[in-house]
């Protein structure tokens, strides 16, 4: 994947957000069986319905002043996605695109750092933060604006789609557009270019939504959560950047690991006269050999 510095150097042209349209192919609402109206984006056609437009608001303008590096991020992802499924026209067609928009922009709502947030808890982990206040901001939204509610199937895709974002392989088995949130956060990191999206497309997503301090945020941000909430970190990734950056924070004693030889050494020291025999089957132990 080329990075924002030579992206940054790209001319802008191309890029504005063109006129609304309704949608070309005759795609659906899975949901409603109605058309979507669409816009361009960076040359790419994304769906533009009034959920949508709000929550590119929201993101705009709830994070200008501290974070603003995640409106980019939050973009980027929809956008890598939305490309990559525009690809296929089949595909395209069978995505409910509104819960697809709506749950990549909201998916880190849990990275908030401003005091007294209606996104953060103290308890769960980030990705458990995010997808559960995505589905309030849905909720909110609708009551506010007197639409339609979404029903539970819709508000779970977006859940499950948010909550495993950071669990590589799970999202395999899941609703097709909860995947396809996972997905499309992980065209953000630092892997080769997938061609269904193409470096054309690459190039004038960067070069509207630069990412020239992604990784930086990014990393403050983690750190930030093992500062402010190290009990709900010590058995998830952020624990490695708590233990980098963040005096007196310690996860050795909290992982799973430490849980399971602390089990061990109790279990034995309560029942020394048990034997343990493990049977090894014919061939060995591997099940997936």
């Not at 303008?61 to 890598?80: A, N, V």
């Not at 990549?104 to 808890?121: C, F, N, R």
Request: a negative charge; glycine letters at 8%.
């Amino acid at each position: 994947m080329k990075f924002s510095s030579i992206a940054s150097g790209l001319a802008l042209a191309g890029a504005a957000v063109a006129s609304p349209k309704y949608h070309t192919n005759g795609g659906k609402c899975p949901s409603t069986n109605t058309t979507l109206p669409t816009t361009t984006i960076a040359g790419v056609e994304v769906i533009d319905t009034p959920i949508v437009r709000d929550v590119r608001k929201f993101i705009e303008e709830y994070y200008k002043d501290y974070q603003p590096y995640l409106t980019g991020h939050l973009y980027r992802t929809w956008i890598f996605g939305a490309a990559a499924i525009n690809a296929n026209a089949t595909l395209k067609a069978s995505l409910d695109l509104e819960v697809h928009a709506v749950g990549s922009m909201l998916h880190d709502l849990g990275w908030d750092i401003k005091p007294h947030s209606p996104y953060i808890t103290k308890d769960y982990s980030f990705e458990i933060d995010s997808g559960r206040f995505a589905m309030d901001w849905i909720k909110n939204w609708t009551a506010a604006n007197g639409e339609k509610e979404w029903d539970e199937v819709r508000l779970q895709k977006v859940n499950i789609g948010i909550l495993l974002q950071t669990f590589v392989g799970a999202n395999t088995f899941v609703f097709p557009e909860s995947f396809w949130i996972t997905k499309s956060v992980g065209y953000e990191f630092p892997v080769p270019e997938d061609p269904t999206i193409g470096s054309e497309t690459y190039n004038r997503v960067w070069a509207m939504f630069d990412n020239s301090t992604m990784f930086r945020g990014t990393n403050y941000t983690f750190t930030n959560m093992a500062v402010y909430k190290p009990d709900a970190t010590y058995k998830t990734f952020i624990a490695d950047f708590g233990d980098k950056y963040v005096p007196g924070y310690d996860s050795s004693d909290q992982t799973l690991f430490a849980l399971i030889q602390s089990g061990l050494e109790a279990e034995i020291k309560e029942y020394p006269d048990v034997p343990f025999v493990q049977k090894i089957p014919p061939g060995g132990a591997n099940p997936v050999a």
